[in-house]
């Protein structure tokens, strides 16, 4: 046989041959419906992209990115030997997460004096990690101990990798209130730049940070947008102070929070970059590496199941990594139940040193180059995203936007429709909305109860800039309100709210309706109770009573349905079942209802409603 290369041997991989096997697997279904879907804020994912040429992609500076750890403890002490551990087991950086920072979230540092700083960092070699500092409306004061700290420790600023995080137009998304107008808070930030500048500073004094708008429901574009006309008004702000265009530009950092979806994630810290650079373009400036920040997102963040947070945030990491940030800081899988314990700092710890030195993930510096992909999405999250920017220039810039409520609106509508998709379980999360575990164990944290932040604002006492302030949830909260209520019955009675199964017909009729219901069920808290299915309406009815739920849901194929649920809802209400749901979508809904048939669980419907009703019959009947 004569030899040939491989491509000779097979038909070259074309996109007209890929959809002609997709319509053959389609067999007429809808391929828009089907394979092609869109994120909350209107992106298009495509299911094929064709290959790119790569497009210049600005990327951080040369080498691995810094694995982040939050020292947020209440206690002085206990917040030094976390920082320690962490640092010795990997970290180089450290965030300081100070009380009154709305990210604290009831916890953060209490170092109200440079003793107390000092003693925070005792053994902590400043000019070895980088810090960043979270303080809120306490910011000026917070930038103010660590360059005390740095005088009395005789640390050359100029030597030391520092974010001061002054973010008021942050705090103002955040909490609704600056305390001054706009104007007389520029000159505070000029001043403390200008202060620090003195002393050899040559850091990052000014963050615009994406959190709160992530954490209010924005999707990437919006965030995008947002924290872009952040660092533009702060660019404006330390101009019209003096500074030269270099130093404010210089002087201004991003910190853009991490979702699990990957694709995404790594697309939109791309766009960051090159959204970065056509405002440097813009100014007239040589481009140079923007300092960009990670967190891993508060709003993926679940309570039940919560080990699964380890998958959110390794997966968030890599995306950030990968996407040119600078440092990544993972929250530990336990932070939505409180204040992490040293294993879950280690497990966040640890997760991105696996990802640095053991994948390698930072040896290419843009390894998503000429992917198409993310190439794609680059390119579009980059053109929106500047789109919407100059929505809020044209807006008056992002204070007066927010001043007015503009942009708040525009979040809140992606907010809705993801809230939506979450509801009827288009967006998953496992643990809550999917794979439910109501036997899970609970997860150790410290003993710590959080407390209400400070409420100071160093930015001004009267309230002359305010807004409605930006929310900040998690997306599995309603459903973990339904799990609170059936824990709170379960703590009461000694069980569950409970749903019983009324399988029809054999193991292989009902069984995947049947594993569908108990797992949607479940997500609201309620346990179904399941069997071997039931040859006749009698031994139905006395299952049912013998099972002692009010509320029962008939589980079977379309082909058994056809012929018994109308009988079998029947001899449920006879049996006294208060409420009969039934899993499908049946061909004729209308018989089944006059039979007793209350409602249907069916995919993508509102689950969260449904589940709602559900519970409250389930307890009272």
């Known amino acids: 046989m004569e030899d040939r290369p491989l491509a000779d041997l097979f038909e070259p991989a074309t996109r007209e041959r890929w959809l002609g096997l997709v319509a053959g697997v389609l067999k007429g279904a809808d391929f828009e419906k089907r394979l092609v879907s869109k994120t909350a804020d209107g992106l298009r994912i495509e299911p094929l992209y064709d290959p790119a040429e790569p497009t210049p992609q600005p990327v951080r500076t040369p080498g691995p990115w810094r694995v982040v750890q939050r020292m947020d403890h209440p206690d002085v002490a206990a917040a030094n030997r976390q920082a320690l551990a962490d ?69 050359d600023l100029a030597g030391l990798d520092l974010d001061l995080g002054i973010d008021p137009v942050g705090k103002l998304a955040a909490t609704g209130s600056l305390g001054a107008v706009w104007s007389d808070i520029v000159p505070k930030l000029g001043a403390t730049l200008r202060d620090f500048d003195a002393a050899g500073f040559r850091g990052r004094a ?33 101009e019209a102070e003096g500074h030269p265009l270099e130093r404010a530009r210089d002087a201004v950092g991003v910190l853009l929070a991490a979702d699990a979806d990957e694709f995404l994630g790594l697309a939109k810290f791309r766009a960051m ?135 708040q ?41 959080p407390v209400p932040a400070p409420a100071a604002s160093e930015f001004g006492t009267g309230a002359a800039v305010a807004c409605d302030p930006l929310p900040s949830g998690r997306l599995a909260e309603p459903f ?10 379960l703590a009461k009675t000694g069980a569950r709210p409970a749903v019983f199964l009324a399988n029809l017909g054999p193991l292989s009729a009902f069984n995947t309706r049947a594993t569908f219901a108990a797992n949607a069920f479940a997500a609201g808290g309620i346990e179904a109770l399941s069997n071997e299915g039931f040859a006749d309406e009698a031994a139905l009815a ?30 449920l209400k006879e049996a006294g079942a208060g409420t009969v749901y039934l899993a499908g ?9 006059a039979a007793g048939v209350d409602g249907f669980l069916q995919a993508g419907g509102d689950l969260l409603a449904f589940l709602a009703e559900a519970l409250r019959r389930a307890v009272t009947g």
């Open 480 to 489: 973990e309100a339904l799990r609170d209520a059936s824990d709170a019955v």
């Open 585 to 593: 979508k049946p061909a004729d809904p209308d018989a089944l209802k």
């Open 273 to 407: 970059r090159r959204l970065w650079a056509r405002v440097e373009q813009a100014c007239g400036l040589d481009p140079k590496p923007l300092r960009l920040h990670a967190e891993t997102a508060w709003r993926m963040m679940t309570r039940r199941d919560p080990f699964v947070n380890i998958l959110r945030t390794t997966l968030a990491t890599a995306a950030a990594g990968l996407g040119g940030a600078d440092g990544v800081a993972a929250l530990p899988y336990t932070q939505a139940l409180g204040l992490p314990d040293a294993f879950a700092r280690r497990v966040a710890r640890n997760s991105q040193i696996v990802l640095l030195e053991e994948s390698g993930l930072a040896r290419v510096s843009d390894p998503a180059a000429g992917a198409g992909g993310f190439e794609a999405l680059t390119a579009e999250l980059t053109e929106r995203a500047w789109e919407a920017f100059q929505a809020i220039e044209r807006e008056g810039g992002i204070v007066a936007s927010l001043s007015v409520g503009k942009l």
């Open 409 to 449: 609106r525009r979040i809140e509508a992606v907010r809705e429709t993801r809230a939506r998709n979450v509801a009827t379980r288009r967006e998953p999360l496992t643990g809550a909305t999917e794979f439910p575990h109501l036997s899970e164990k609970p997860v150790a944290v410290l003993d710590v109860a």
């Open 87 to 155: 640092l010795e087991g990997g970290a180089d950086a450290l965030a300081l997460v100070f009380a009154a920072a709305p990210t604290a979230r009831g916890y953060g540092l209490s170092a109200t004096d440079v003793d107390a700083l000092d003693a925070a960092l005792q053994g902590v070699m400043l000019p070895l990690i980088a810090l960043r500092l979270e303080a809120g409306g306490q910011a000026l004061e917070a930038a103010g101990l660590i360059k005390a700290l740095a005088e009395r420790r005789g640390e």
């Open 542 to 571: 006395a299952g049912f009573r013998a099972s002692g739920a009010r509320i029962a849901c008939l589980c079977s194929s379309d082909a058994v349905y056809a012929e018994r649920a109308v009988a079998a809802a029947r001899a």
């Open 206 to 238: 000014l963050l615009a940070d994406g959190r709160p708008y992530h954490e209010g429901g924005a999707g990437e574009v919006d965030e995008l947008a947002a924290v872009l006309a952040t660092a533009v008004t702060y660019l404006r702000a330390l």
